[in-house]
């Protein structure tokens, strides 16, 4: 988590000036908060890295992802094709702002594919909620073909890909809406955090109403500003912000130091027959956080994890068995265990989560083994590493018998 590698003057020179004025709130208090909008500054840093005509601070990556599904136009008992890899909110904003997650298969790039969406969509298919995986980019040229050839919405969680981009173009901005987290394992952090971001003038709106109770932000008493939508509270803090634009300032040197060590330590590993990597849609647009390995068999990758277990390595995630990021650990949403009932229990769900068919997915997490990349390392850090990786590999390869 590089972000957090980084915490020093800068992050606190932004806090100390929210903490002087004793302006927390993003908004109105102009005679107090000596000139300091740290939320608005913010939101322009993010649009400078990624281009995004607007861009709106919320207070995490779910309330953003829930925020640009609903701006979208997403909801009640519409079907939203999802991936089975991601992290679960992803799958949790389409249930909670009423609508049907439909799981389709991912491939070697972590995300949904194009083919695999193609196969999910149903007559009451509305939309995908696109998940950037792993700090790079779903195959944005298919998926578009598909989007547009069934009139799709198109969202995208890129909240592990601030940052990265696919021929240009950065993560979030392909579909209607996006969204991106500053939560504590992220690029940059704010402790809590999120962003979205839309090219459309409208849905940009929609969302800024949205997240703070429909006020719309026009005039200077707050109180009498009007509410074209009911909305809830998604806002972030100046605090928050503060630290998140002292951090996403630092994010184009990060990338570019992750970038370095995630091909030094691939140099290295890709000596070793057997070990391979996740596809990248856009090699160049990779935001580098992790270092994602693809091994020969899932077999292979769980005797690699326990060879490095053995080993003392750490830092890695095998996410085949993680309970928050792949669908198999998900019993509660299996059986829709909830606390008070959600629409797809009074709707029905549109698939059986408990039998879902997803080879491919099962598949490929189950190759997978993901480090994240430190922007901190030493040279001598991350060859020590990357042995350390190959001999479990070969280790966890070797025939029984031999
Ligand atoms: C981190 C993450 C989120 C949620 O972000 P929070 O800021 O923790 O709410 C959503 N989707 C993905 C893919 C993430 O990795």
Redesign the pocket.
Known sequence: MPGTELFGAEERKEVNDVMETGVLFRYGHDAQRNNHWKAKDFEAEVRKITGAKYAHAMS???TA?AAALAASGIGTGDEVIVPPF??I??VEAVLFIGALPVFAEIDETLCLSAEGIEKAITPKTKGICL?HMCGGMADMDAIMAVVKKHNLILVE?A??AFAASYKGTYTGLFGTAGSY???F??IATAG?G?VFVTNDEEVYKKADVYSDHGHDHIGSNRGMENHPFLGFNYRISELHAAVALAQTRKVPGIKEKNLYNKKFLQNILSKTEGIGFAKLADPSGDSATFLNILMPTPEIAKNTVAEMNVAGVGGFNYWFTNMYHFVNQWDHLKNLKTISKLPVQVLGAPQDYNNLQLPKSQEVVGRLISFGVRCTWTEAEMTTLAEKISAAAVKAMKPVNA
Request: aromatic share 16%.
């Open positions: 995490s990556g779910s992802i991601t992290f909110a992803s998940v969680d909240g592990q987290s500053f939560d394992f992220k809590e999120g």
